[in-house]
């Protein structure tokens, strides 16, 4: 089955900084990746998404790209703000009912 | 709408005990989810359903039961509590399958001893 894997699994930046976290799949039929995040305590919510058929896709500070043939995404956030900490979680799907999520990276942005 | 919505929020059980944890969605979802999170293990898929009287197994579904008898409704039953099940348990829905936004609950905290 699918497997993700993520990295890495705690990051540190600067406010004002970039961060990248990146994830690695491994069943080439997958076609959906999404990117969850989780504050300290909160239920996880959908910050972004991408669709195999797309290499980029951005929303305001955030950005997601896809390497289909490394069969790997990333999550791009730049100028980092103390809001932004937090666990940051991939998943991938192949078009089925299913999610398969990464471990996690704890984001944490020092002011 | 309140969304999704899950109780007990925190529960401590004994070994061999059993419990449920209940699950409502008021967003006439037709698929729901229930995950477990462990520290450091990202989120695993217990069991889901693609609509009322229908189950499946996810990634970890041994230990516990789910029914789906309604849309609103996705309990979740461990039997036979073990340590192992010390976790924290969120239950989520979407209007369709994987490729549709995930909308999770607040979590359960339980703990087994």
């Known amino acids: 089955g699918e497997n993700v894997e993520q990295h890495p699994s705690t990051l540190s930046v600067q406010e004002g900084d970039s961060a990248v976290i990146k994830c690695t799949y491994s069943d080439s039929a997958s076609n959906y990746f999404p990117w969850y995040k989780q504050e300290l305590g909160k239920r996880p919510q959908l910050i972004i998404d991408?669709?195999?058929?797309?290499g980029e896709k951005k929303d305001q500070r955030i950005a997601v790209t896809l390497n289909k043939t490394a069969k790997h995404f990333s999550l791009h956030i730049t100028e980092t703000q103390p809001e932004d900490s937090a666990v940051y979680f991939c998943?991938?799907?192949?078009?089925?009912?299913?999610?398969?999520f990464g471990t996690g990276t704890r984001l944490q942005v020092f002011p | 709408n309140a969304g999704v919505t899950q109780t007990p929020k925190f529960r401590i059980l004994k070994i061999g005990q059993s419990m449920t944890l209940q699950c409502t969605q008021d967003m006439n979802h037709n698929y729901m989810y229930w995950y477990r999170q462990d520290p450091g293990m990202g989120l695993k898929l217990i069991y889901y359903?693609?609509?009322?009287?229908?189950?499946d197994k996810g990634e970890v579904p041994n230990g516990y039961n789910v029914s789906r008898s309604t849309t609103e409704d996705f309990p979740l039953r461990l039997e036979l509590a073990a340590p192992s099940q010390t976790s924290v348990y969120f239950c989520a829905s979407s209007y369709g399958p994987a490729r549709y936004e995930q909308y999770f609950g607040p979590g359960t905290r339980l703990t087994v001893t």
């Open positions: 359903s693609v609509g009322a009287g229908i189950t």
């Open positions: 991408i669709r195999s058929n797309v």
């Open positions: 998943a991938a799907s192949m078009d089925t009912d299913k999610l398969i």
